[in-house]
């Protein structure tokens, strides 16, 4: 936003939400109240995406047409439940950047990461190690480590962390690639989150995957924090697997089920080892219960059981709106709504703030983690109790996430005010 000359004013906030070409999706989100009945500022979506309200009247159809037809839903319902994924297939290679043969709906995402695992980890005497980041999210470290363990190699020998440079928070791309040609040959997996949960760092996909590629490692990514964040371009990256979850970003609801991308080049190879169930099958023969497996060409293959409809109505629900509003739109705004509260909080000029996500707009998505040096819990306590739904990450990191499709320049503008009044007080 080079063009854009920031003002720090409520009247300047207002008008650029005046003019923002997304500001009718707000109102098709539930916002969180307040106590006193205003709705909260809720910048925590890169946690748990607002319920859209178009979810329950979605859900609503299935659980009647489960109360109207019983089994028979399956070929009678509105939506029939037996080819039902398919329905979220189409839109949710859109948000990432994916040919639908690419993509599936399934399972939640340490679990895809696991099946993932077992067809795309697959170590040798001297290719065995996996590299992720040093501060990987937990659930995807435990998930590598006991890979390896599973395959019975040893987490400190075979696991290869990425740490930033001493002082530094984020990972300098030329370290990565030094770690990749450096380590490369006995690399088996590089495996890392393209956005990262505590930093907001965003990575260069393609680039990682070619340097991963040049040295025979498979490249894997979870896209946790990028999906309907980011334009991810899955395809383009060339990355043989990627996994998310769709409750963050994606607005569909607690727990809800994960997605899946699988390389178009991988796409018919019938021979890859991989768990299988029977809803990876052969659609056409699925139901002849003898013969032996025969996969669904594509990433529909590693489905293992029927799915659970109710979830995936909430994900069709969510996927309506990004669908029409394209993730280049949603991109455009996140940019100028991030700028806009990056150029405030400098504008408070503390000097305990820091802000530990990269600058350049292409290094990040929506969120900013702001480091408030020698702050505690209070400060994150005092700021929830004035009405900001935030995230606090010990020893001394408040997230925050401006979501394109249902935070406003106003209260963006309104958390900053609370965290220098809160500030102020401390
Ligand atoms: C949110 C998140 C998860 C959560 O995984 P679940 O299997 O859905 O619990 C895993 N990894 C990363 C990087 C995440 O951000």
Redesign the pocket.
């Known amino acids: 936003m080079a063009t854009t000359i920031y003002q720090a004013t409520l009247a300047f906030a207002q008008a650029l939400d005046q003019t923002d070409p997304l500001r009718k999706y707000r109102d098709q989100f539930h916002l969180p109240l307040q106590e006193n009945g205003d709705p909260a500022i809720y910048l925590c979506g890169n946690s748990l995406g607002l319920q859209p309200k178009t979810t329950r009247a979605a859900i609503e159809q299935e659980l009647l047409d489960w109360q109207t037809y019983g089994v028979e839903g399956h070929f009678h319902a509105e939506r029939p439940w037996m080819p039902y994924h398919e329905f979220l297939t189409q839109a949710m290679a859109k948000v990432v950047g994916a040919k639908p043969i690419e993509v599936v709906v399934m399972n939640?995402?340490?679990?895809n990461l696991h099946l993932m695992m077992v067809s795309f980890y697959r170590p040798t005497a001297t290719r065995h190690k996996i590299l992720i980041e040093y501060d990987?999210?937990p659930?995807?470290k435990y998930a590598v480590a006991s890979q390896l363990k599973f395959h019975g190699y040893d987490p400190a020998d075979s696991l290869i962390e990425l740490k930033a440079r001493p002082g530094e928070v984020c990972l300098r791309m030329e370290d990565i690639e030094a770690t990749i040609a450096k380590e490369g040959a006995e690399i088996a997996l590089v495996m890392l989150?393209n956005t990262n949960?505590y930093t907001g760092q965003f990575f260069d996909m393609r680039q990682i995957t070619e340097w991963g590629h040049a040295q025979g490692c498979v490249v894997g990514f979870?896209c946790?924090?990028g999906a309907g964040n980011v334009a991810l371009n899955l395809h383009d990256s060339g990355a043989d697997f990627a996994v998310w979850?769709t409750?963050?970003y994606l607005n569909s609801g607690p727990?809800s089920l994960?997605g899946c991308f699988v390389h178009e080049r991988h796409a018919h190879n019938k021979d890859l080892p991989r768990f299988t169930g029977l809803w990876g099958h052969n659609k056409a023969t699925r139901f002849g219960m003898r013969d032996g497996f025969d996969p669904i060409p594509g990433v529909e293959a590693w489905q293992l059981s029927n799915p659970p409809i109710l979830s995936m109505a909430a994900i069709l629900a969510s996927l309506k709106i990004y669908d029409e509003v394209g993730i280049e739109q949603l991109v455009a705004k996140s940019r100028k709504l991030t700028g806009y509260l990056e150029y405030l909080i400098k504008e408070l000029g503390f000097s305990a703030i820091e802000i530990i996500t990269p600058e350049s707009p292409s290094e990040r998505g929506c969120q900013l983690s702001i480091q408030v040096k020698s702050a505690d819990q209070n400060l994150y306590k005092k700021i929830t109790a004035a009405g900001v739904i935030a995230d606090w990450r010990e020893p001394d990191v408040i997230r925050v996430a401006p979501v394109p499709l249902y935070n406003s320049y106003e209260e963006v503008y309104r958390f900053v005010k609370i965290l220098k009044t809160e500030m102020d007080h401390d």
């Open positions: 939640t995402l340490s679990v990987a999210f659930s995807d989150g949960y979870d946790a924090h979850c409750y963050k727990g994960g």
